[in-house]
Structures are given as C-alpha cells and as structure tokens.
C-alpha cells in the first residue's frame, strides 16, 4: 500500500510539472545550474581562486646527496685524501622585492576577471532565453489569431452560402473564400512547426522540457536603464587594464633577481675535519628583457584603455537603439491595434450588413474579401510589432542587467 501511494505520488508530482507553467525566473535559473558552459567556467573561478595561494607560495627547496673523488679501482677508499668527502646540500631560492605580492595580486585579478566571465555568459543566456520565450508567446497568439480567421473565413463561407441559394453570390465566391481558409490552414500549420521548433530549442538551451511558461506580453511604455558602468564586460576591460601594469610593475620588479642560497655540509674521514660551504647566486639583469616585457604589459594595458571607451561607446550607442526600436515597436502597435485595425472591423461589419440586407441581385464578394485580407494583414503586423518590442527588450536584459 505504502509503495503504491509513494508511486502515485511520483507520477503526480511528474505530471503537474509538466503540466503548470513555469516562471522565467525559474526556468533561467534551471538553465544556468545545468548549463555545461557555466559548470565550465565555475571550475575556472576555482582554479583562479587555487592560483592566488600558490602565487604566495615560495619555491621549494632542493635537497641534495652525493659525494666527491670516488676511486675507479676501489670506489670504498674514501681517505686517500682530504678532498674526499659525502656531502648532504639545501638550495633555497629567496625571493627579494615585492615580487611575490604583485604575483598574488595578478592572480587575485584573474580571479576577479573569471567571475566577470561568468557574470556576463549567465546575462548573455539569460538575454537569449527571453527572447526565445517570447518568440513561442508571440508564434502562440499567431497561431490563435490564424485560428480565429479561419472562424471568421468559414462564416464568410457560410453566408456566401446562403446568399447563393437566392443568387445573391456565385460559386465563384464561395470558391474564393475557401481558398481563403486554405491558405490560413497553411499559415497556422507552419506557425506550429515553428512553435515546436522554438520550443526544442529552448529546451535545448535550459535543458529543461516543459509545456508552458507563465509570462505577460502586454506591451506598456518603458525605458531602460543605462547601467554599463557595472556591466561584468565593462568590469573585465577595467580589470585587464589593473592586471597588466600590475605585471608591468612584476617585470620591473623582477630586474631585482631572486638569490639562490645553498649550503651543503661534506662529511670527510677521520683523519680530517668536515667543513660547510655556503654559496649565494644572483642572477644578473644585464640584457633588458624585464624592461622590454614590462612596456609589452605597458602596451597591452593601453590596449584594453582604448577598448574600454569603445566598448561604453557601443554600449551607450547600443542601448538607445533598443530604446528606439522598443519606442517604435510600442507606437506602431498602438497605432494599429487601435486605430486602423477597429476601422476594418467596421467596414467588414458594414459589408457584411450591407450585403445582407440589400436589394441588389449580387452581393460585392470581391470587398468583402479585399477587406478581410486587409483586417487579416493589420493583426499579424500588430504581432509582429509586439515581436519587435520584445526582441529588443529581450537583448535590452544583457545590455542593461534588467529583465
């Protein structure tokens, strides 16, 4: 009994998943816990996060064995003479200067960049699953409103009809509008092969399956926000600029050589005493290759100074196109949903009535017709408008960090 309510209660916890619709908030949310990518650069960050410990770290000494003058004839003679002796060494390297800080302080901005990186791919996913949300919302109400034509054809059809029975209408007419209906049935087919389609893909991209996903697209006025000064693409060319005169300060820095400092202790027979050697070595900077890599991190940090206002400028420039695009899309879809679209319902309206009820012999089919391709043409670019107005608000999200 136990394992048959516990079976039930899996296949309706199952079932009403799939049947509820989802928020974006948490279908984004899915999408960047499973991506691959992300997973990817999360590895990354931890990495960078190892790299700023070990970039403290001192090279480990070396420990060395060994012994001098060892005889051919007899290699166990070891007091033939006084420089015959087993040895036991250390060699230290000791790093001088704050060479060892402005390594750490490279490899903490490495570790900052990697989670800019990261910042910005889950805005780029984010940004890109809108719009494919939006894009099935909007294939969905095409699909609705083809749909409702096809209502509306097929009343046409019937009217036609009837008129034909007192030779008000022609079979040509009626042929005309069934054609009509054809041609919307052919329409909403491909509408819902696009809608499967987009819905795969979106799949594919939040790893997640689903029937549906609750979000509004009534569309109301809006501005968006200019945030690029904390945009994680900006903050990566920033960072890149500190990194690399960091690493040119590293260079210079590493003109003041490390020292290597060894001591080895030789162990001698008897009849001599043992003694130490202690040696100190510096490397010497004689031939400027700190300096010419020092002005290359000079170059490179002025490298990314310039794309950092390029990149602002884009950015800027970038966000009033969508502002405009947005603006654009919301008047034209106002202009048409409530201005010329109810003015076609009404000529339609008025033929339909006028044909009804006239005394003419033939009723004008060719109006009728014109002017329900018309209605029909109008409530599709109301859709594409509201598509307009929800791409750019959907590229906006990256662009801006407000969804």
Do not use: C
């Not at 202009?335 to 339609?348: A, L």
């Not at 009723?363 to 509201?386: P, R, V």
Request: glycine share 0%; net charge positive; charged share 30%.
């Amino acid at each position: 009994m136990l394992k048959q309510s516990l079976i039930l209660i899996l296949f309706f916890s199952l079932f009403t998943n799939s049947i509820y619709a989802k928020e974006v908030k948490q279908v984004v949310k899915e999408a960047i816990n499973k991506n691959s990518s992300l997973q990817a650069l999360e590895q990354t960050i931890a990495l960078a996060k190892e790299q700023i410990n070990l970039a403290s770290k001192w090279q480990n000494p070396v420990l060395s064995f060994g012994a001098n003058d060892i005889q051919f004839d007899d290699i166990s003679k070891r007091d033939l003479e006084p420089m015959q002796a087993q040895f036991i060494g250390l060699n230290q390297i000791i790093p001088i200067g704050n060479k060892k800080e402005l390594e750490e302080e490279i490899a903490r901005d490495d570790y900052e960049l990697s989670k800019l990186v990261l910042a910005d791919k889950k805005l780029e996913l984010e940004s890109k699953i809108y719009e494919y949300i939006y894009n099935i919302k909007l294939v969905e109400e095409r699909v609705t409103l083809f749909s409702k034509l096809k209502q509306n054809v097929a009343e046409l059809q019937n009217l036609l009809e009837e008129f034909y029975k007192y030779n008000k209408a022609s079979q040509i007419d009626i042929i005309k509008v069934q054609t009509l209906y054809d041609e919307l049935d052919i329409s909403e087919q491909k509408l819902n092969n696009n809608l499967r389609v987009f819905k795969l893909q979106l799949e594919q991209l939040t790893y997640t399956k689903f029937k549906d996903i609750d979000i509004s697209t009534k569309l109301q006025k809006l501005t968006l926000v200019n945030n690029i000064d904390s945009h994680p693409k900006i903050l990566q060319l920033e960072k890149n600029i500190k990194k690399f005169n960091t690493t040119s300060k590293f260079e210079e820095e590493k003109k003041n050589s490390d020292i290597n400092f060894a001591v080895k202790y030789f162990q001698r027979d008897s009849k001599y005493e043992d003694y130490i050697n202690v040696s100190v070595a510096i490397p010497l900077s004689v031939y400027g290759s700190e300096n010419i890599k020092a002005r290359k991190a000079k170059h490179k940090a002025s490298e990314y100074k310039n794309l950092l206002e390029d990149s602002k400028l884009k950015f800027t420039n970038q966000i009033k196109i969508l502002q405009s695009n947005i603006d654009n899309a919301f008047y034209s879809y106002r202009k048409i949903n409530e201005s010329i679209i109810p003015k076609y319902n009404q000529i339609q309206k008025t033929l339909e009535s006028y044909n009804r009820f006239s005394s003419l012999k033939k009723i004008d089919s060719k109006e009728l017709i014109k002017n329900l391709n018309e209605l029909i043409k109008y409530k599709l670019k109301a859709i594409d408008e509201k598509q307009k107005f929800y791409t750019n608000l959907a590229n906006s999200i990256y662009f801006t960090k407000v969804n």
